[in-house]
């Protein structure tokens, strides 16, 4: 299920602290999509609408080990999108994705540590 969060930041600086934090962590950016500059190329008008891919290889491919299935949610990644006057920030969280592919209980430490790592993130703007 998606956890859904309010950003006290406009859309733009949402995703500028965003991008900063998980580069800061040392996590890597694989890729960042723009669903709104998407729809403009074909005609149609999106809010502002964007997901950020990134993750640890390490860590996710311990995970791909176990259940190598799990790797379509890898890696990781936020929807940031601007609704009705309000930046929102949506993702799963770890552990989730890892009951839903029935990762061991000998991972559960790696999900947890990855959840702490994602609201570590988004603990500093959001409301």
């Known amino acids: 299920m998606l956890v859904i969060r309010e950003c006290r930041l406009s859309f733009d600086e949402c995703v500028e602290r965003l991008i900063n934090a998980i580069k800061n962590s ?3 950016i ?3 999509i723009d669903h709104s500059e998407n729809a403009k190329k074909v005609g149609l008008n999106l809010d502002p609408t964007k997901v950020i891919y990134f993750g640890n290889p390490k860590v996710g491919t ?3 080990f176990e259940n190598r299935s799990i790797a379509y949610e890898l890696p990781l990644r936020f929807l940031v999108w601007f ?3 309000i930046t929102r920030i949506g993702y ?3 552990s989730e994705i ?4 029935n990762i061991s209980d000998n991972k559960k430490e790696i999900l947890e540590k990855m959840d702490k790592f ?3 993130l988004l ?3 959001l409301q």
């Open 118 to 120: 994602i609201e570590g």
């Open 30 to 32: 694989f890729a960042i």
């Open 26 to 28: 040392g996590a890597e």
């Open 62 to 64: 311990l995970l791909m």
């Open 92 to 94: 799963k969280r770890p």
């Open 83 to 85: 609704e009705n006057g």
């Open 123 to 125: 603990s500093v703007f």
């Open 98 to 101: 890892g009951r839903e592919y």
